[in-house]
């Protein structure tokens, strides 16, 4: 069931960033989080 509506969330969050945002502008969260990814390494 988790797994489930997790799916359905980044369904959705993926289908909202195509909707709104600029190829630019859907690479700038992951941008992020590949930084943050490398702060939070020992």
Request: zero cysteines.
């Amino acid at each position: 069931m988790f797994e489930d509506t997790r799916r359905v969330g980044e369904e959705w969050l993926t289908r909202a960033m195509q909707e709104h945002y600029s190829e630019a502008e859907q690479q700038t969260p992951i941008e992020a989080i590949a930084l943050l990814e490398r702060v939070t390494e020992p």
